[in-house]
Nanobody
Framework: QVQLVESGGGLVQAGGSLRLSCAAS????????MGWFRQAPGKEREFVAA????????EYADSVKGRFTISRDNAKNTAYLQMNSLKPEDTAVYYC??????????????????WGQGTQVTVSS
């Protein structure tokens, strides 16, 4: 089974930056779409960003567009989420997800096959 492990979460002041990493291991992963989602207490899980294997197609939620950047290093089987100009409303548990054998990006959680355990991001005011 493919395993995803997030890292890089923590506490940061408003206006600061943080970079999350998502490392994939445990199987062949030649072509896949990677996504980032987040969930705050009492709220639904929401889409943040997604990127295909080739990085040809990338999408962001309107709430993070211009502040967050998703990228990937396929040689390391790792996806990243660079978060700049962080706001208190960005506070949430952030999850990475993967969909195998895909050349498209998806906004829906149900489209993804594998999920990490999540990493907490807290932005203080």
């Amino acid at each position: 089974q493919v395993q995803l492990v997030e890292s890089g979460g923590g506490l940061v002041q408003a206006g600061g930056s943080l970079r999350l990493s998502c490392a994939a291991s445990g199987g062949t992963f030649s072509r896949y779409t990677m996504g980032w989602f987040r969930q705050a207490p009492g709220k639904e899980r929401e889409f943040v960003a997604a990127i295909v294997w080739s990085a040809r197609y990338i999408e962001y939620a309107d709430s993070v567009k211009g502040r967050f950047t998703i990228s990937r290093d396929n040689a390391k089987n790792t996806a990243y989420l660079q978060m700049n100009s962080l706001k208190p409303e960005d506070t949430a548990v952030y999850y990475c997800a993967a969909r195998r054998d895909s050349s498209s990006v998806y906004w829906q959680s149900r489209r993804y096959d594998y999920w990490g355990q999540g990493t907490q991001v807290t932005v203080s005011s």
